[in-house]
C-alpha cells in the first residue's frame, strides 16, 4: 500500500510519540511528507533536546525521497505553532492529511481520506474530511451508510483542502460579528445549552484564556455553512493523553473501539445528520448550560482580580 496524498506531521517536544507515528507510517507509505515542528520553551529543562530529537526523526522517513521540514527556532505555541505548520503546508501543497505525533490511523483511513478528496474537491457544501468518530450510539446513524456529514470538526486525523484551510482564522477576537445570531444557532442544533458551550470556548479563546487553533477551525466551518464528513465506524486511536500532553490530560480518549472502512464506498446525501451531533453534543462535548457556564468559572477563577 502507497499513500499518494501529501501528509503533513505536526510536533513539538514528545519524540517517542513521534517515532511511533513515523513507524507506522512506515507500513502505508506516504510519497510526499511534510514534518513540522514547534521549537522549545526556554524555561523548560530538557525541552530544547526533545525538540532536537523530534528534528532528528525526519531521517527515519527513509522510505521517499520528498520529505519536507519546517523547524520553528522558538517556541509559537499550540495555537500559532499549529496554525503555522498547516498554512506552511497549505502553501505547498492544494490538499492533503494531518496527522499530530499522537494520532494512529486505522491503514484504511488512507484510503478513505483519498476518496473523499476526490469526491468533494470542488464540492462547496464541504469544509473537511475527519477520521474521528466519537458517536458510538449506533441509532443516531444510518446503518446503511459509511459516513455522515456533520457541523463539528474532529482534528485527531483529518485531510482537507487549501480552499478550505485559507478561511480559518487563528484571531478568534470579535466572532460573534461574523456570524449571524441565527446562523450560530443553526450550527448548535438550537439548543441553548450548545449555544452557551461554544460561545463560552470561542470567546475564551478570543480572550487568550485558551491556546488553540481547532475551535477556530470548527467555527470557520459554522461560519461558511460548510460540512465536515465523518465516519461511522472511527478511524483513529490517540495514544497521547497524559503527561506531557497541551490539553489531553484525561487518562483514556473516550472514543469508540477502532474500525476499518473498506475500500469501496458508497456515496450518500450531502445532508447534516442532526441526531448524531445532537448526541455529540451531550455526550461528548458534555454541551450543558453548567458545563459552559464551568469553563468560564474555571478560567476566571484565578484570574479575579488582575
Known sequence: MTVNEPVLLVAFNRPDLLKGLIDELRKVKPISVYLAVDGPRADRHGEADRVQACRDLAKEIDWTGDVHTNFQLTNLGCGPGVTSAISWFFDNVERGIILEDDIRPDPSFYQYCTTMLDRYQDDERVFAITGCNVVDDPTKLNAQDLYRFSQYMHVWGWAGWRRTWQQHELDARGWWHKISPWRFANACNFSPSAILYWAANLELTARGYVDTWDWQLSFAAMRSKQLI??????????????????????????????AEMPAEIPVVETKRNRAADYWE????????????????RVYFRDRKGK
Open 229 to 258: 464528513v465523518v465516519p461511522n465506524g472511527n478511524l483513529v486511536s490517540n495514544v497521547g493523553f497524559g503527561e506531557g500532553a497541551t490539553h489531553t490530560h484525561e487518562d483514556e480518549s473516550g472514543l469508540p473501539i477502532q
Open 281 to 296: 453534543l451531550r455526550h461528548h462535548y458534555r454541551a450543558t448550560v453548567l458545563g459552559g457556564l464551568d469553563r468560564f
